[in-house]
């Protein structure tokens, strides 16, 4: 099946940085979404991104289908962007099911 | 409804017993998917229905998990005699098609002592 992967595995910031989560994934997909989990489990949707760019506020993401990856930007951090992002994909072949990464678990300190 | 809405939001059980997780799924969607999410781990796939039908049960563990949508819109997911390894927190996703936007519920966490 394919395979999913994010880095970093985890990281610290410090409030108002910035950072770049990475996904690679391995085949052809026709969708990819970002979500954030929060401290209570809810997973949030992020972004619905199988191509292109897109921007929400202090978050951006692009998703380069050729080159099989995908960013999520995050923009001046707040504490509240703490959680673990998932990237989730799903290849364009048929009925497939959505495939979740790895997790990039992200800690904001004040 | 608003969102994807799961019921209950937690549940213990004792090893053996029998439990039904409930999923009431966006108003409209036709695709509503099952998942398991164990501790430090990313979600993993169960069971995805299109409309009444499960069109595929691959990610099911074994033939201890059932689960139904008997009129194409809230789905039950049923386990029997249950292990202590089937603690996790099972999430439902609906979403208008097969290819779209997938949305989540807010999960039922399931403890089995």
């Known amino acids: 099946g394919i395979q999913v992967e994010q880095s970093p595995p985890d990281l610290i910031l410090q409030e108002g940085a910035n950072s770049t989560l990475r996904c690679n994934f391995s085949?052809?997909?026709?969708?990819l979404q970002w979500f954030h989990q929060n401290p209570w489990g809810q997973l949030i949707n992020l972004f619905y991104?199988?191509?292109g760019t897109k921007q929400n506020g202090r978050l951006s993401a692009t998703t380069v289908a050729t080159e099989r990856y995908s960013l999520l930007y995050i923009s001046s951090s707040q504490t509240t962007d703490s959680g673990v992002y998932f990237c989730?994909?799903?290849?364009?072949?048929?009925?497939?099911?959505?495939?979740f990464g790895t997790g990039t678990r992200l800690l904001v300190s004040p | 409804g608003a969102g994807v809405s799961q019921t209950p939001s937690n549940k213990v059980t004792e090893k053996g017993k029998y439990v039904e997780l409930r999923c009431d799924p966006i108003?409209?969607?036709?695709?509503l998917y099952w998942y398991r999410q164990s501790l430090g781990q990313g979600p993993e796939f169960l069971i995805y229905?299109?409309?009444?039908?499960?069109?595929?049960d691959s990610g099911l563990p074994n033939d201890r998990f059932f689960a139904v949508r008997p009129e194409g819109s809230v789905s039950t997911l049923k386990i029997q005699r249950t292990e202590r390894g089937d603690s996790a927190v099972y999430l439902c996703?609906?979403?208008?098609?097969?290819?779209?936007?997938?949305?989540f519920g807010q999960g039922t966490r399931l403890t089995v002592v």
């Open positions: 996703a609906s979403g208008t098609g097969e290819s779209t936007e997938a949305f």
């Open positions: 989730a994909v799903r290849m364009n072949t048929g009925f497939q099911k959505l495939v």
């Open positions: 991104i199988p191509s």
């Open positions: 108003s409209g969607h036709t695709a």
């Open positions: 085949d052809s997909v026709n969708n």
């Open positions: 229905f299109q409309g009444t039908g499960a069109a595929d």
